[in-house]
């Protein structure tokens, strides 16, 4: 296994992923899958070799940075991919002036894999796309 996290420049494979794991695995409305936000944000992808394993994206928000769209093809899951695009995405929002906070709406199964990163969850749960979610943040400003 090599493991590669990168920026791309062009998206297309971002969301044939993102199709895949939402839309297919998770039953997501095709129309709320992709949005406006796709076409100002920060688009990461995971590679295992040459094989594109994952996808997140982040939107920059004022002093906050927000990871979302975060995932990992089924059958590859639970072997750092998901944890190296989150790495990733904290190292950007670092080296990007103002940004002190690092934010993600997490679906409630995927706690546990944020907690493990350092996010803290706050707020309620709340309903995104049919699946339950709570807020999570991780102060940059240290």
Not at 40 to 46: D, I
Not at 51 to 63: C, E, M, T
Not at 114 to 135: N, P, Q, T
């Amino acid at each position: 296994m090599t493991l590669t996290v990168s920026r791309v420049t062009d998206p297309t494979v971002c969301y044939a992923i993102r199709h895949e794991v939402f839309v297919g695995e998770q039953n997501v409305h095709v129309d709320l899958e992709r949005d406006e936000l796709d076409d100002t944000a920060v688009h990461l992808l995971a590679h295992d070799g040459n094989q594109p394993v994952g996808a997140a994206r982040i939107v920059i928000d004022g002093d906050t940075g927000k990871i979302g769209r975060v995932c990992v093809l089924k059958d590859l899951r639970n072997n750092g991919f998901g944890s190296a695009l989150i790495r990733e995405a904290l190292a950007i929002l670092d080296d990007t002036p103002g940004i002190t906070r690092a934010a993600l709406g997490a679906q409630i199964d995927a706690l546990g894999f944020y907690g493990k990163l350092g996010f803290s969850a706050y707020g309620e749960v709340f309903d995104d796309a049919g699946i339950d979610h709570r807020m999570m943040e991780l102060r940059l400003d240290t």
